[in-house]
């Protein structure tokens, strides 16, 4: 259906004035991604653009979009070299797809692949583009190394100098400390805490117990080990590198075994730490894709439609002093998006909740199901409610898959638009997903899909 | 995978000593790439019957130049045995020795072809020697061509003439680059089925075509071949291999299905997905194959019945499926690769060479099924080909294996695909429940 050439449409009613054009759908396709390396694992000596790249190239070659000039891409890095200002053009480039599909790079950590899949499916929505790929990708292996700030001071300063006296005052301020490179952290900046710290608060506060948390990390493993062995991930993945499963899965980790690990965050809380590396995500290489498109473009090239991408909602905490967790955003996103729509958490079939550890997706639910925080924070008449713990994360989740920051919606949403298709019509109406992911600086982003 | 020592051999001071001590002298085979011209000179078609006289007509109308009697010391590009009427053995010699005295014109990378009758539907014994008789002057000869040149037959079936569309079909193919690495092969045409493509360059266009086994080896140049004749392509490999069949499938505008042909419902899955993304199947090819190499004494059970389960059971499931199918109805072709090791046998491949048989045995018995849809259904058997799985193989061994048939050097993966290619193609319809050997006309087996 690729035509030579950039054709632009011939004048049509919407130049007789400026309109507003309605909306229409925007549908999932399908997806693909690369399994999740441990970091420092298969994909160690993997960059960021050879990870995306490799995931687009498996989502052209399943759908047959080699040389389609698709309406836009988007996707982005946690983790970014500086040099990496156009990833996801120069991974489109480097691609089997036309070298003339516009491309933009989007940062929102861990909502990130996410937050790509809710804007270019309203562009699909509006009528911008009939096409579109998302994307992300995050390499805890590739990291960049920074200099430091001192470093960085005087060399910037050596470039402005123009006589060799003035070189060498700048160079005899160089001290040996200035020398040792800076390593990414996953720090707040504002609080000094890693994430996992703050989650340990947030575990505290709403009182989640160690063996709650390794039982959703054992679901967690189980789950997606169910899936690796029945083929679900058949048309969702591309092998890489040698690797055809998530390297972190372990189906056969068991209860004790989880309980055997020692606490690595909230230390400092004695013997009420409860985070292990076990109920905690490791750091992940990996890359995902997700196809979207308006369903006729789907229809003329006679591809799937899985599922629609109904609607989403950002949230944000203050997290700085003290009043939410960290990760706690998605606990007021998910009502309000819920409330637009008239729904309820009944109403959804399946719930994907990012298991960033296992105690924020336990935190979460535990203050929805909280009287107090429903009327005071939420300001709803009591609780918001509860969830059916059967339909959470059931072909698995970040525990078990691993989490490559902005790499982990498309993996959610290509999962969640294959699970509803499969489910389909029920009780006169589609089978509904609820996806949440949190994400650093205390944001939330979070979406509802619904079964083509 | 390169032959190093035919490249040595085939040009310089290497090639006159070669000749001096009696070593092998293979050279570089003429192989089809389009655009190419379809013989290298002059076709010279023997024969006094009427079948000959409209043969010539029609290979006339094809623009090439074509003789009813060689001239003197012209050099050629073809030598056609028309021996449709053959009713005593004594009739052989007429035609034969005619093509004798051309021989030594034939160019580099001649042909020579019979067109005769299968024995088994003879009149009479006399008719039924002298049909039987053709089968083993053919392939003496094959063996005495030299330079590349290579001899096969077409096999017409009683009440054909050599003009039936699969005959033509048949003897373009051999005539052509296409059949490069094919030699002292005999084809049947049974049936009238079948018609010469509008465009030669394009002859699967418009053809949906799935290729299993394809992320690697001879099935991705399976795909390769496909795609250039013009047919859109579904390539199917395990999940395990996605990521080399993703880049075949993006180098041949294909889409990939990650899928394990032994599972159940894999026919189901390909046609379902042949369908819904292309609106239609028309071509199957059972390429995927494992070897698990072992003598019988030390064969485990894994080893047997994986070899088994994918290189034949796999096959009959999909076959079933398709068959059962009202999307497979139309003019639809199977094409599996058996193994010259299911002929010969093979010294630790009792299981390979099991399985590989077992794929002659379903596609003479496939082929009514097929035939009754207007379809067919026939096998390729390569040699020795130039693979990644070759390769593996001791060099001596190696050198050896390569150099015991009458081109004198290993096959490619594309020698194999130009023949699945032809059996796929409408030029083929009037052949069915055959196996065609792509060996070289290996000296085991034979």
Known sequence: MSIDGQSVP????????????????????????????????????????????????????????????????????????????????????????????????????????????????????????????????????????????GLREIILDLNRAKTLPQRLQILSRLRPKDLAPLAPGTSEPRTGLSMGEHQALTTAQWKITREAQDELALNSHRNLGAAFDSGFFDDLMTPYRGLTRDANLRADTSMEKLAS?????????????????????????????????????????????????????????????????????????????????????ADIDYFEIHEAFAATVLSTLAAWEDDEFGRTRLGLDGAFGSIDRSRLNVNGSSLA??????????????????????????????????????AAGGQGVVAILESL | MTDTYTQLVSSGP???????????????????????PLVTGPVVV????????????????????????????????????????????????????????????????GRVITVSHPASEASSPASAAARQGVDGFLRSLAKELRAGATGNGVLLADGLPPTSPSSLGAIRFFLSGRSAFVDGQFLTVSSEHGELPGDPEKPLAGKVAVVTGAARG???????????????????????????????????????????????????????????????????????GITRDKLLANMDQARWSSVININIAAQLRINEALLASEHFR????????????????????????????????????????????????????????????????PFAVREVARRLNSLQQGGLPSDVAET???LASDAAGGINGEVLRVCGQNLVGA
């Open chain 1, 10 to 149: 011939g004048p049509g009613a919407a130049a007789q004035g400026t309109t507003v054009p309605a909306t229409r759908r925007a549908v999932i396709v399908g997806g693909n991604r690369i399994p999740f390396a441990r970091a420092g694992g298969a994909y160690a000596k993997s960059s960021n653009q050879d990870m995306l790249t490799a995931a687009l190239d498996g989502l052209i070659a399943r759908f047959g979009l080699q040389d389609e000039r698709i309406g836009q891409v988007a996707a982005g890095a946690v983790l970014k070299h500086s040099r990496d200002f156009n990833l996801t053009r120069e991974a489109v480039l480097g691609s089997a797809l036309s070298a003339e599909t516009p491309v933009y790079d989007l940062q929102q950590a861990c909502a990130t692949g996410l937050e790509t899949v809710v804007g270019l499916a309203n562009k699909i929505k509006l009528g911008q583009i009939d096409s579109a790929i998302s994307g992300g990708v995050d390499s805890a292996s590739d990291a960049p190394v920074v200099v430091s700030e």
């Open chain 1, 261 to 345: 690990l020692k606490p690595v965050f909230g230390r400092n809380l004695g013997a009420d730490a409860t985070m292990t590396a076990g109920n905690s995500t490791p750091l992940t290489d990996g890359a995902s894709t997700v196809l979207l498109a308006s369903e006729e473009w789907a229809d003329a090239r006679d591809l799937p439609k899985l599922a629609a991408v109904v609607d989403a909602e950002a949230a944000a905490v203050d997290f700085v002093h003290g009043k939410d967790g960290l990760l706690m955003a998605p606990v007021f996103a998910v009502p309000r998006l819920l409330a637009r729509h008239n729904l309820t958490l």
């Open chain 1, 401 to 438: 898959a691993g989490h490559p920051f902005a790499a982990t919606g498309g993996r959610i949403v290509a999962t969640l638009a294959k699970m509803l298709h499969a489910k389909g019509n029920s009780n006169g109406r589609p089978a509904r997903g609820l996806v949440s992911v949190c």
């Open chain 2, 14 to 36: 290497a090639r006159s000593l070669a000749k001096k001590l009696g070593l092998p002298q293979p050279v570089a085979l003429r192989r089809y790439e389009p655009g190419q």
């Open chain 2, 46 to 109: 023997q024969g006094s019957t009427a079948g000959a006289d409209k043969l010539a007509a029609e290979l006339l109308s094809w623009n090439l130049d074509v003789r009813r009697h060689a001239v003197p010391a012209e050099k050629l590009g073809a030598i056609i045995l028309v021996l449709d009427e053959l009713e005593h053995p004594a009739d052989l010699e007429k035609p034969v020795l005619a093509a004798a005295a051309s021989l030594r014109d034939l160019r580099p990378g």
């Open chain 2, 218 to 288: 001879i099935g991705a140049q399976i795909a390769r071949t496909l795609h250039r004749d013009g047919a859109t392509l579904v390539l199917v490999d395990i999940p395990a291999a996605g990521d080399q069949l993703a880049a075949v499938a993006n180098g041949v505008r294909a889409t990939a299905l990650q899928l394990d042909i032994s599972a159940a419902d894999a026919g189901q899955r390909i046609l379902d997905h042949a369908v819904q993304r292309h609106g239609r199947l028309d071509i199957v090819v059972h390429n995927a």
């Open chain 2, 330 to 393: 139309s003019s639809p072709r199977i094409v599996s690769v058996a193994s010259t090791s299911g002929i010969a046998g093979n010294r630790g491949q009792t299981n390979y060479a099991a399985s590989k048989a077992g794929v002659m045995g379903m596609v003479h018995a496939t082929a009514p099924l097929l035939a009754a849809r207007g379809g067919t259904i026939n096998a390729v058997a390569p040699g020795f080909i130039e693979t990644e799985m070759t390769a593996r193989i």
């Open chain 2, 420 to 422: 699945i290619a032809f």
